[in-house]
């Protein structure tokens, strides 16, 4: 309780809305962002691992129905002869490999199997259907090798060319053929179908990229990355490899999920991994969303908590200001209070107990206003009495023979203080009561003033006056004393945190706007002002407060100008931090001609 008590009922009403409102949604909405997030990050990780196990359950069932046609195949006792053969005619091997239907049934069957391919190294052998001579490329080629020494079953990705010179890849089954009674050897090697990858793998939503071993990807559904290797660095050493989490690249993050396949009867691995580089930007979508509505929820009761407060305490404030003018003795109350509630039955009352205070005044007024106009007649006779024993003239014989003795005692300085002083007080006493005088005799006033300022500041600032050569001084009319305050300002409150170093500037100059219009420009290098304090000050000077003590030279100042030459004239000031501060005057040109 004892925090509101130091604030107006304004900052009460602001304080309860940020501890009540603000700081309860903030937290709760951090904790509602940070949770979703994590929730649907893992929707999406469950989402890719879902279709990993998908993809690898389908090629699972693709390359075991492969194998066992590769079984099929390599045990068909009709097809190991005509391998083995080397005394036929080629007509006759012609022959029999056209009886040979399994092949032909495989291919005509299975839409997941492309083409089968027998290279064999039996002279005796020609290229007819399915059977191939090794050539010097194919026989020096890594899986070739393999396949003749190794009796298991492996499978490797393989480029190709159709006929129109377009290249993809297939995952192929490679098994080397066990021949009888012969010296020649036989690699069957079975090619898995791109497109029916494409049909049964590729979901549209994922990027999907497969490879066997260490080998590059042998499908994606990114055409781009065929033959590359997998983005995601894979350790191939280990027996079953699993990744889940997030990567970058090509400007991009996804969520990746990585899982290994061991093929059915091989020691071949591939490697099967799903990417997807939506997730992120839905989930931010969906922060987004949510990051609104908490916003809309803070903003939306702090705009009606805002006009409530306005609303009550412009109210309050009426009241506050009708009783501060009722202890004042001002009991001519304009204002008043609209609704039925607690603040305005105070007024109510507060107009009541006016009324009588007022009734009880008047009659002590009729008792005391002769004794008043007696007092105020007395001190208007004794006003005068003293102002005609003051004489100017005795001040500054006085003030020279204080001078003349300080000279002669050889104390430059003070006599120089003494002469100023006597100068600034004659112009102070010739122009009291006065209207206008020149711009020459008010700016011989500043500078007597800056240099009486001088002596006693000493090295903390320097003043320069700047005059613009088409502006003749004697032939200008300005109020009189209308500068003194502002470079006053200047000196002790713009160089207040200023040492030493210091500069006051007053320029004069003419400018072409509308009319021409004479400015008069008063600044300092001081510390000047931040946004809310110079608002403050603009405030002061515009707006008549009789509770307010400071800038009440500025706002004289500045109504002074208004009444003399027109509400479109006044002062500007212009002021940020560590910037400085530069007063603008402007007034029309009053020639005394």
């Not at 027996?239 to 999920?257: C, E, H, L, P, T």
């Not at 001088?454 to 320069?464: P, T, W």
């Not at 290098?525 to 008549?544: P, R, T, V």
Request: hydrophobic letters at 40%.
């Amino acid at each position: 309780m004892k925090f509101f008590k130091n604030y107006n009922i304004r900052k009460q009403l602001y304080s309860i809305y940020i501890l009540a409102i603000c700081l309860p949604i903030t937290i709760i909405g951090a904790f509602l962002l940070i949770n979703t997030s994590r929730l649907l990050t893992n929707y999406h990780k469950d989402l890719l691992e879902s279709d990993n196990m998908r993809v690898k359950t389908i090629l699972f069932e693709i390359t075991t129905q492969i194998y066992n046609m590769s079984r099929e195949i390599s045990s068909d006792e009709n097809l190991g002869k005509i391998l083995a053969q080397s005394d036929l005619s080629e007509n006759d091997i012609n022959t029999y490999i056209n009886k040979i239907t399994l092949v032909d049934k495989y291919i005509y069957n299975y839409a997941e199997l492309e083409e089968v391919i027998i290279y064999t190294d039996n002279p005796c052998l020609h290229r007819y259907k399915q059977i191939t001579p090794v050539d010097e490329a194919t026989a020096g080629s890594d899986w070739y090798q393999k396949a003749l020494n190794q009796a298991s079953v492996f499978w490797v990705p393989m480029r190709t060319e159709d006929k129109f010179g377009n290249s993809y890849w297939n995952l192929c089954l490679v098994q080397r053929m066990p021949l009888v009674n012969t010296d020649n050897h036989a690699v069957l090697v079975m090619k898995v179908s791109d497109n029916y990858f494409k049909t049964r793998v590729s979901s549209g939503a994922y990027m999907t990229m497969l490879s066997v071993d260490d080998d590059p990807i042998f499908f994606s559904t990114e055409r781009d990355t065929y033959g590359t290797e997998q983005k995601i660095p894979i350790d191939y050493e280990e027996s079953y490899f699993q990744f889940q989490g997030n990567v970058g690249f090509d400007g991009k993050r996804y969520i990746a999920n990585v899982s290994t396949l061991h093929m059915y009867q091989s020691d071949s691995k591939v490697y099967i991994c799903i990417m997807n580089d939506k997730a992120y930007q839905n989930i931010r979508n969906i922060i987004a969303v949510c990051l609104m509505i908490i916003v809309l929820a803070i903003l939306i009761p702090g705009f009606i908590i805002h006009f409530f407060t306005d609303y009550f305490t412009e109210r309050i404030l009426t009241l506050r200001k009708a009783m501060h003018r009722a202890s004042l003795e001002d009991y001519d109350i304009s204002e008043s209070v609209l609704g039925d509630d607690e603040i305005s039955g105070a007024f109510a009352d507060l107009e009541i107990m006016v009324q009588r205070i007022k009734e009880k005044d008047a009659q002590v007024y009729e008792v005391l206003i002769n004794e008043k106009e007696l007092i105020n007649e007395q001190q208007v006779m004794e006003f005068k009495m003293l102002a005609s024993q003051i004489n100017p003239h005795f001040l500054y014989n006085a003030l020279e023979t204080i001078r003349m003795k300080a000279f002669t005692a050889g104390d430059k300085e003070v006599a120089t203080a003494i002469k100023l002083l006597g100068k600034s007080m004659r112009y102070v006493l010739e122009n009291t009561g006065t209207r206008f005088t020149n711009l020459e005799n008010e700016l011989n006033h500043i500078e007597t003033y800056l240099a009486i300022q001088k002596l006693r500041f000493g090295e903390k600032f320097e003043y320069k006056l700047e005059v613009a050569e088409d502006v003749n001084l004697g032939r200008y009319d300005i109020l009189p004393l209308l500068l003194q305050p502002i470079v006053e300002n200047a000196i002790l409150h713009g160089l207040e945190e200023v040492e030493s170093g210091g500069e006051i500037k007053v320029k004069i100059y003419k400018q072409q706007d509308e009319n021409v219009n004479l400015w008069i420009e008063i600044s300092d290098n001081g510390s000047g002002m931040e946004e809310a304090e110079l608002q403050s000050l603009l405030e002061n000077i515009e707006i008549y407060n009789p509770e307010r003590s400071a800038s009440i030279g500025l706002y004289n100042i500045n109504q002074r100008m208004r009444l003399c030459y027109g509400d479109e004239y006044g002062i500007r000031i212009i002021s940020g931090p560590k910037e400085g501060t530069c007063v603008k005057m402007w007034l029309p040109l009053c020639t005394n001609t």
